[in-house]
């Protein structure tokens, strides 16, 4: 009897942990009282393959010009308590992102916004096509991704109300699905 009380306790435990274990792996949603705008430049929801919320992003063209979606100078990238943050980037609900003026054919690399600011600071000028280019680590990164359209989404949205529109799988009912 005594032998089966500590099987009964040992498997209540392991019970125990693993659902403490799965509360705590809960994603992470920015604030969803803060509020975007769809107008000129306009937004882009997408959701890619992996994390690459902290790296930089780029539109590639021939080498020489290319379509940086920010800079160093860009009022999205700022550095507190020692951590370098691009703040117009929001995390959303099942693993979906929003971003200010992206375009589906943006890829990733693998830069940090972090190593973008010391690069930039210690060379006061980047070589953006031999640190971009050969950081390339995704090139078809999206596996959804709509956009804002005008005049049809010319608003102010709540990122609870882009949010609600993704667990109910409406995404598509008010902004352009490209992928």
Known sequence: MKHNLNKLMLLLIVFFV??????Q??????????????????????????NYFN??????????????????????????NGDTIYTSRYHLKNGY????NFSEDAV?????????VRVE?????????????NRIIDKDPFIKFYKTTSPTVNRVFKLKEINQ???EDKLDEVFKKIK
Not at 18 to 23: G, H, P, V, Y
Not at 97 to 100: D, G
């Open 18 to 23: 693993t659902i403490s274990c799965q509360k």
């Open 55 to 80: 790296y930089y992003a780029f539109r590639p063209r021939k080498k020489g010009t290319f379509a940086p979606y920010f800079t160093i100078e860009s009022a999205g990238i700022k550095v507190e």
């Open 108 to 116: 990733f690399t693998d830069i940090t916004f972090a190593e973008l």
């Open 97 to 100: 992102v929003l971003a200010p």
């Open 121 to 133: 600071a210690s060379n006061n000028k980047i070589d953006y096509d031999s640190l971009l280019y």
């Open 165 to 167: 529109l993704i667990v």
């Open 25 to 50: 792996k809960e994603e992470f949603i920015d604030d969803e009282n803060i509020e975007v705008y769809s107008f000129m430049p306009g937004f882009s929801i997408y959701k890619t393959k992996n």
